[in-house]
């Protein structure tokens, strides 16, 4: 199936400073790019999703960015905070396809 | 409350004893799923269903079975356990559709297989 690689695995920020984290893709087809956050010891949840015809999504603190040509997308996130702490996923969804396939996540430790 | 739900949350089972963990949402969602979560490969999707009667293989599905008899009920099968299927598993739910929308995930059910 398709094959998402996310980076980087790790990320320690200082609180206040911007984070990004990237994924590239292979299959041109592909229409959907969710971002997931999972606190320690919690379930994941959407955070931020983008879809094929956009660009560049924004809510509040955190931006996805997504450049087709060059199969890779984006998560921003802006004057971070401890509780920004957290494993962060990358997903996409095939085109043709009937499921979600996910990066392999990014620790991110926001240090006061 | 709209949620997913899954049972047992934690469980130490030994190899080849046979095991079932539930999962269950209220959401009238019509696509259900399941992962599994190993360090390091994050989120791998062991089997999926698009509703009631029709499911399909994941990524991983070899030592797994599910059956979705029902609209809410989508059961997590292993019939005979081993220790390479100690993990943490998400069973997650969906409105409708193939996977491009919002995933409701179920708080997790830690699994080890001694």
């Not at chain 2, 949350?9 to 399941?34: A, D, F, P």
Request: hydrophobic fraction near 30%.
């Amino acid at each position: 199936g398709e094959n998402v690689e996310q980076h980087p695995s790790t990320l320690s920020v200082q609180e206040g400073d911007s984070a990004v984290i990237k994924c590239t893709y292979s299959d041109s087809a592909s229409n959907y790019f969710p971002w997931y956050k999972q606190e320690l010891g919690k379930r994941p949840q959407l955070i931020i999703d983008i879809r094929s015809n956009v660009g560049e999504k924004k809510d509040q603190r955190i931006a996805v960015t997504l450049n087709k040509t060059a199969k890779h997308f984006s998560l921003h996130i802006t004057e971070t905070q401890p509780e920004d702490s957290a494993v962060y996923f990358c997903a996409l969804h095939p085109g043709g396809g009937n499921k979600l396939t996910f990066g392999t996540g990014t620790q991110l430790k926001v240090e006061l | 409350e709209a949620q997913v739900t899954q049972n047992p949350r934690y469980l130490i089972t030994v190899t080849g004893k046979k095991l079932t963990v539930t999962c269950s949402q209220n959401m009238n969602h019509e696509y259900m799923s399941w992962y599994r979560q190993d360090p390091g490969l994050g989120l791998r999707q062991i089997y999926y269903s698009m509703n009631v009667e029709v499911t399909d293989k994941g990524d991983v599905p070899e030592g797994y079975k599910v059956s979705r008899k029902e609209k809410r009920n989508f059961p997590l099968i292993l019939e005979s356990p081993s220790p390479n299927q100690t993990s943490l598993y998400f069973c997650a739910s969906m409105l409708a559709g193939g996977g491009a929308d919002t995933q409701y995930f179920g708080p997790g059910t830690r699994l080890t297989v001694l």
